[in-house]
């Protein structure tokens, strides 16, 4: 079993910038893919970046698409979320996921792929 823990949350106001880490316990050869989804009070999870562990290559939301960065420590278990020129409808509970699946990061904005999450940090980004 993966463990996720996500940080970095915080309040921010418009133009700002944070970055969000997940943590995990492990990451073997059967996480293929991590992903950052987020949820805004009122609506569904929607899926916001990936990345691939086998091969680096990326996957973005086409919202955040140009503003935010996906990276990976594999020293520290730990994928990255750099958030850059936030927006106040950035605004949500942000999760990162784990698919043990072999699939790629053209469907990882897809949720439904997705095995293991963490708890969820919150960002707040003020007008």
């Known amino acids: 079993e993966v463990q996720l823990v996500e940080s970095g949350g915080g309040l921010v106001q418009a133009g700002g910038s944070l970055r969000l880490s997940c943590a995990a316990s492990e990451l073997t050869a059967d996480v293929h893919v991590i992903g950052w989804f987020r949820q805004a009070p009122g609506k569904e999870r929607e899926g916001v970046s990936c990345?691939?562990?086998?091969?680096?290559?990326?996957n973005y939301a086409d919202s955040v698409k140009g503003r935010f960065t996906i990276s990976r420590d594999n020293a520290k278990n730990t994928i990255y979320l750099q958030m850059n020129s936030l927006k106040p409808e950035d605004t949500a509970v942000y999760y990162c996921?784990?698919?043990?699946?072999?699939?790629?990061?053209?469907?990882?904005?897809?949720?439904?792929?997705?095995?293991?999450w963490g708890q969820g940090t919150q960002v707040t980004v003020s007008s």
């Open positions: 996921g784990a698919a043990t699946v072999p699939i790629v990061t053209i469907i990882g904005l897809n949720e439904g792929v997705y095995d293991y």
């Open positions: 990345i691939s562990l086998s091969d680096g290559s990326t």
